[in-house]
């Protein structure tokens, strides 16, 4: 597999404005004004949150948070995590040992999931 050993612009972002991006171990997301989660990468454990565990060399909105605001990302080695407008968290990708907080042991959750530990109320309150 070759790098790209200097910056170059991502072509699908053109029109759109970039407000926030992380980077996990071999996949990344992103989120545009307008509140859209974008991945792209490895994909195999689920982390790309597209409801399937293939890979993508483009980024690919996350369809899962249509109608919905995402205010914050965050990409680990094989799971992803958001943080919505309205405070609700989500985790997806990897949730062995139950590292996604869904109060259970998962192999693959291949679709952003509310924690519900949090809540209505959301992070922090």
């Not at 200097?6 to 996990?24: D, I, M, N, Y």
């Not at 545009?32 to 792209?40: I, K, N, P, R, Y």
């Amino acid at each position: 597999m070759q790098g790209q050993p200097l910056p170059k612009k991502v072509e699908t972002f053109a029109g759109r404005r970039v407000v926030a991006v992380s980077a996990g171990d071999r996949h990344s997301i992103a989120i545009t004004a307008d509140g859209a989660v974008w991945s792209w990468g490895y994909g195999a454990s689920g982390q790309l949150g597209h409801g399937d565990q293939q890979n993508q060399l483009l980024p690919k909105q996350v369809e899962a948070f249509a109608g919905q605001r995402v205010v914050a990302v965050s990409a680990a080695e094989y799971n992803s995590f958001a943080i919505a407008a309205d405070g609700g968290v989500y985790a997806w990708g990897l949730g062995e040992r139950g590292c996604l907080g869904h109060g259970e042991d998962l192999s693959h959750q291949l679709l952003p999931k509310k924690i519900e530990r949090f809540g209505e109320r959301g992070l922090g309150q």
